[in-house]
């Protein structure tokens, strides 16, 4: 299970308590505190758009003004008994049109929302609330969609308002944003699951009060964990091969301690492989080499330096220590049988590319190798600085021996 697995999961678990226990909790012992509270989830909302606009992250931060609409309606129309003329025919509406909205701006590119290039999920948000409204205000559609969704809105419960038509979509729509969330791995699809998952919630629960405001706002909170990670992702994780980058090699050197050995790789003739095959092609080279130099041993810590070249980190450990474990990993890579393959028909995923060479693919297979230069931090290399370039000076060794090879500073 990645990180981004366990936070999303993590979140979800947060959001059932919640939903059971915190509404009653807080009636019951701060009946003082309601008033202010309805405020919570404009703070946690708005604290996290303001984040997803510093982060650039515009589909996250359209899932936000979702969810604001989504609490503006509830209190400002849905707060009066349910059984109410046209009441209940809103609640509906929202249950069934707020996941929709969710899945469709979880499938849009990605817009900073006050920008010009947003104006088609503006518009998706407008004409969304727009119908709402329509549907719920104009006296012969709203008679109309009562008399179609009436009989077929059986009640989970006699205290639950919630039809099981809608937690029925609801769900349906749950599930799709699971499903293209473990397909994508996107943060936007992550946003849209949690926002359906605090709004069926909310619907089942409806009855109770405080509901929206304590679900909601625990919903902000989600939200804006998934903007941080987010932007951590992005300051610290290569873009192309999803390892750490430079950056993060940089932090991690600071805090390491005075003991540690650092490897300096990079591709052999990747210059010419690119040249040759094309720079799609010489990106799966990276991906494929970063992929394989995650399974080193021995508490090793792989990293993307730039370009071709790649660091391995061994805190606390000798460079006699890390030698079998590069050097296994050197193997592994060489023997690795890469297939270079028109674009188009190169599988996405590493397990659909065996499957594809167990069947022949027609394409050429090319042996890719590495060269490393392994150094330590020691009285002649007492910075970071120095058992890098120490490295390299190693790694340099290792070219003029003929690639595909280890040697030590």
């Known amino acids: ?57 515009g589909r996250l931060g359209f899932m936000v003004i979702l969810t604001m609409l989504i609490y503006g309606l509830i209190q400002s129309q849905l707060q009066a008994p349910l059984h109410l003329e046209g009441k209940r025919l809103l609640f509906w ?28 999920h503006w518009l998706l948000l407008a004409a969304g609330s727009g119908l709402l409204l329509a549907l719920s205000q104009v006296p012969v559609l709203a008679q109309w969609v009562t008399g179609f969704l009436t009989p077929r809105a059986f009640l989970l419960t006699e205290h639950s308002p919630a039809p099981l038509l809608m937690l029925a979509w609801q769900t349906l729509i749950a599930v799709g944003l699971w499903a293209l969330y473990l397909r994508k791995r996107e943060s936007a699809s992550m946003a849209a699951l949690l926002v359906v998952v605090g709004l069926i919630l909310v619907c089942l629960g409806f009855a109770r009060p405080m509901i929206s405001v304590t679900l909601l706002a625990v919903v902000g909170v989600a939200l804006f964990v998934v903007v941080l990670q987010q932007g951590h992702q992005m300051a610290f994780l290569d873009e192309l091969t999803g390892i750490p980058g430079r950056r993060a090699l940089n932090m991690a050197l600071k805090r390491v301690g005075r003991r540690y050995s650092l490897a300096m790789m990079d591709i052999d003739h990747f210059k010419k492989f690119n040249d040759t095959y094309g720079h799609d092609v010489g990106d799966e080279v990276l991906k494929l080499v970063a992929s394989r130099l995650t399974r080193v041993k021995g508490g090793g810590q792989v990293y993307r330096y730039g370009g071709e070249e790649f660091t391995v980190l ?42 594809q060479r167990g069947q022949g693919g027609g394409g050429k297979t090319v042996q890719i190798t590495i060269s490393m230069g392994l150094a330590e931090r020691s009285g002649e290399q007492p910075d970071a600085e120095a058992v890098i370039k120490a490295a390299d000076q190693a790694l340099y060794k290792a070219k003029k021996a003929g690639r595909n090879c280890l040697k030590l500073a």
Do not use: N
């Open 1 to 57: 299970m990645s990180s981004s697995d366990r936070i999303l999961l993590i979140l979800l678990l947060l959001l059932i308590p919640t939903a059971l226990w915190a509404p009653g909790y807080l009636v019951m012992h701060y009946p003082e505190l309601t008033d202010p509270l309805l405020y919570l989830p404009w703070l946690t909302l708005g604290a996290t758009l303001l984040l997803s606009q510093i982060y650039h992250q």
């Open 314 to 355: 061994f805190p606390g450990k000798a460079p006699k220590a890390c030698v079998a474990h590069l050097e296994a990993i050197r193997e592994d890579i060489a023997d690795y049988p890469f297939v270079v393959r028109k674009s188009k028909s190169r599988p996405d995923d590493e397990k659909a590319g065996r499957q």
């Open 93 to 120: 509406l929202m249950g069934l049109m707020g996941p929709l909205l969710a899945l469709l701006l979880a499938l849009l590119p990605e817009r900073v929302p006050f920008s010009r290039q947003s104006l088609g």
